[in-house]
């Protein structure tokens, strides 16, 4: 009790800072452009993987130049040696939880195996709670299966915004604790959904992998998390064959 009661005073004396410098992180971060390059296509041979990756800046590739640099172009390079890879990329800088699912609300029903998602920073760094968060989630996860008939959900965790370069103390110290909050409530919530997986990119941001605006990915934290991602559909996909 004493403790949650000192961490709510300590967050009410910071308030005011911390509002004045998301402001001025909001003014002063560079605004990258997301990714040029195709966002669907068709590449390798052998066993058809129907492949879709939705999410927010960082799934649009936001930090590189190309989507061959990002995780969309790593991930279905890694794919493609075994795999005939049908996919496509549906992303949007800004994009929040409840963004994605009015978005994929627009899109026509159709059918993929695996479905890959980036979300949970805008909302992070928004006013919602990691409980509406997490209903927003399981609706996106409801969504997923009955609009898509998908039968693996390869959730992204929220990264640790608590290394975020771009980011001033005590800003960087709240928003890590949100971010590690959501991502608490996401893995309860992930226990009991037998067609979804997490995916945790593990290991500390370094600077110099990250982009330039401190805030999105650079191609190498791409080419790690695509390796993650690619690495957890090769197991289910044996898995399935056995």
Not at 5 to 26: C, E, F, H, N
Not at 102 to 116: E, G, Y
Not at 155 to 179: D, E
Not at 195 to 210: A, K, S, W
């Amino acid at each position: 009790m004493f403790k949650s009661l000192s961490k709510l005073l300590t967050t009410a004396v910071y308030a005011p800072i911390i509002i004045a410098q998301g402001r001025y992180v909001k003014k002063v971060t560079p605004k990258l452009p997301e990714a040029s390059g195709e966002r669907s296509g068709s590449v390798g041979e052998g066993q058809k993987i129907r492949l879709l990756i939705i999410g927010d800046s960082a799934a649009a590739g936001v930090g590189v130049a190309h989507q061959s640099q990002a995780l969309a172009g790593h991930l279905v390079s890694a794919l493609a040696d075994s795999y005939q890879v049908d996919w496509q990329l549906l992303a949007k800088s800004g994009h929040t939880t409840l963004d994605s699912l009015k978005m994929l609300s627009a899109q026509p029903p159709q059918t993929f195996d695996i479905i890959v998602t980036s979300l949970g920073v805008n909302d992070v760094t928004g006013s919602l709670s990691a409980l509406t968060w997490i209903t927003q989630q399981q609706d996106l996860i409801t969504q997923l299966r009955t609009q898509f008939n998908c039968q693996q959900i390869l959730i992204t965790q929220v990264p640790p915004m608590g290394q975020f370069p771009a980011l001033p103390q005590p800003l960087r110290r709240y928003l890590g604790g949100r971010s590690s909050q959501f991502n608490r409530k996401l893995a309860q919530l992930i226990t009991s959904q037998t067609d979804c997986q997490l995916i945790d990119i593990d290991g500390e941001l370094n600077q110099q992998d990250m982009a330039e605006d401190g805030f999105h990915p650079g191609a190498v934290i791409y080419q790690h998390w695509a390796d993650i991602v690619a690495e957890k559909i090769h197991a289910t996909v044996k898995i399935k064959e056995q």
